[in-house]
T-cell receptor, first 111, second 109 residues
Framework: ETGVTQTPRHLVMGMTNKKSLKCEQH?????MYWYKQSAKKPLELMFV???????ENNSVPSRFSPECPNSSHLFLHLHTLQPEDSALYLC??????????FGPGTRLTVL | QKEVEQNSGPLSVPEGAIASLNCTYS??????FFWYRQYSGKSPELIMF????GDKEDGRFTAQLNKASQYVSLLIRDSQPSDSATYLC?????????FGQGTELSVKP
């Protein structure tokens, strides 16, 4: 695997389900990010991790819970989501403060 | 005022023409600037970055930066239908990237 990978690529879940999104980067970067992209809206930064430490939480609801066990892996745990949380969730990585490289994204639909 | 502003478009140009995409930003302390291309249903792909005032060329793409005017642009020469996508401007402000809303470009054969 090269670059930034994300699984699953598509996810449909009910509002009472619990699921997790996974991101893995193979670029040797030390910063990882979660973004949300809704239709016709700009990218919304959700969380930033630098050297496994969370450095930014952009007022994200607690139903989204990130986890970064090491510099190569990032998870986003989801529970009791709302239909308006349906979006493309993108993971990115970078050397700190440098250009970011994105994974293919997870298309999430909340029913 | 939005931190990074782009005209959402759509911008329509004929094949072979020059497409000009513009972006303004509010943070005078910004040091690095990026252009991403995003095809429909896909993730953003980095195509150019620029740090210094002036022009930077890479193939058919030229990024232009004017820090005094807080303005960065992307020129695409000899536009092709395959260039049709949304182009995102991103500015490194305070250690994180701030994205504009993107400009949709349509290149007509």
């Amino acid at each position: 695997e090269t670059g930034v990978t994300q699984t699953p690529r598509h996810l449909v879940m009910g509002m009472t389900n619990k699921k997790s999104l996974k991101c893995e980067q193979h670029l040797g970067h030390n910063a990882m990010y979660w973004y949300k992209q809704s239709a016709k809206k700009p990218l919304e930064l959700m969380f930033v991790y630098n050297f496994k430490e969370q450095t930014e939480n952009n007022s994200v609801p607690s139903r989204f819970s990130p986890e970064c066990p090491n510099s190569s892996h990032l998870f986003l745990h989801l529970h009791t989501l709302q239909p308006e949380d349906s979006a493309l969730y993108l993971c990115a990585s970078s050397q700190v403060r440098n250009e970011q490289f994105f994974g293919p994204g997870t298309r999430l639909t909340v029913l | 005022q939005k931190e990074v502003e782009q005209n959402s478009g759509p911008l329509s140009v004929p094949e072979g023409a020059i497409a000009s995409l513009n972006c303004t930003y509010s943070d005078r302390g910004s040091q690095s600037f990026f252009w991403y291309r995003q095809y429909s249903g896909k993730s953003p792909e980095l195509i150019m970055f620029i740090y210094s005032n002036g022009d930077k060329e890479d193939g058919r793409f030229t990024a232009q930066l004017n820090k005094a005017s807080q303005y960065v642009s992307l020129l695409i020469r000899d536009s092709q239908p395959s260039d049709s996508a949304t182009y995102l401007c991103a500015v490194n402000g305070g250690g994180k990237l701030i994205f504009g809303q993107g400009t949709e470009l349509s290149v007509k054969p």
